[in-house]
């Protein structure tokens, strides 16, 4: 009796298992650890059979790719922790660019001008994806599939109609594209190896996001308004205030990442964009958001886009068929979904 009396108080001590169990108990429950079991996972099979996968320059491509995918995603994963979903995000990356190039270009103004209309037109459709969701009780889910469809046919047929192309006409001699690359497409040398300024920017609105989400009352309100919308409501949360402005922030990202792409490429073929909505989608859910809402994580989202990046490049590193690349991207979601639910599981039986 003595003994286990023994035993008990021991357990019961702080500083023993208790608080190592507490905290990793706390562990499993973030939204993001699977995510990063994952990218790990992903990093060390790819070191493993893409050597070139290994070197500097090569990993600062993988970042590279996931910064252009991962700077939409933090908007996303905001909004769909908010409970809905944008799938007109792809487009519009390009819809922005087309608006600044050709803007500025036709009427031969100074580029700042076109990248300041941009904006304009960029924040435009978020409010309008928004209001529409919020004032008609339409999924948004169907909300921005019928959006995607329209600005869709007017990237490609306004930029016919002003261009005579399918493509914008390269815009490197106007009068401030310099500035503005440098602000938006420059590149940073960082112990020798050439880094995007992009990859900056990400780390930025990463932690912005996740400032938002962890630290503000808004970021409260997103969390309850994706949890239950009527009971968020009942306690005075501005529901339609809060998801309206989900979705200017998803423009807002879309609009930046479409300038990064025109100050990066001098030129934008208005067909591009399609399909990259679900990239953001699935970064967001690999990271730990739930479809259904009210519970994700903006860092999860990061890890989801760098796993995306990691198997873009490692594919080519590993000088794999990149016919494959769509077959090896579903397994991941598929994975890495299974592999959240089962850590999540057992956080939830450890707190039992």
Known sequence: MSQTLDTASLQREPGVAPSTRTAFVRFLGRPETGALAGAIAVYLFFYAFAPAFRDASSFASVLYVSSTFGIPAVAVALLMIGGEFDLSAGVAVIAAALAASMFSYQLNTNMWIGVLVSFGIAMAIGFINGYLVVTTGIPSFLVTLGTFFMIQGLNLAVTKLITGNVATSDVSNMQG????????ASTITVGGVALKVTLFWWIGFVLVGTWILRRTRVGNWIFAVGGSATSARAVGVPVK?????????????TWFTGMHLLFNYNTIQSGNGIGNEFVYIISAVVGGCLLT???????????????????????????????????????????AILLNNWIRGRGEEANQ
């Open 293 to 335: 809402g009210g519970y994700g994580s903006v860092v999860g989202a990061a890890i989801g886009a760098l796993i995306f990046g990691m198997t873009n490049q490692g594919i080519v590193y590993a000088g794999w068929n990149p016919d494959w690349f769509k077959f090896f991207l579903g397994a991941i979601l598929l994975a």
């Open 241 to 253: 205030q809060v998801k309206v402005g989900l979705f200017m922030a998803v423009s807002f990202l």
């Open 177 to 184: 594209f310099h500035s503005a690359h440098e602000v938006f």
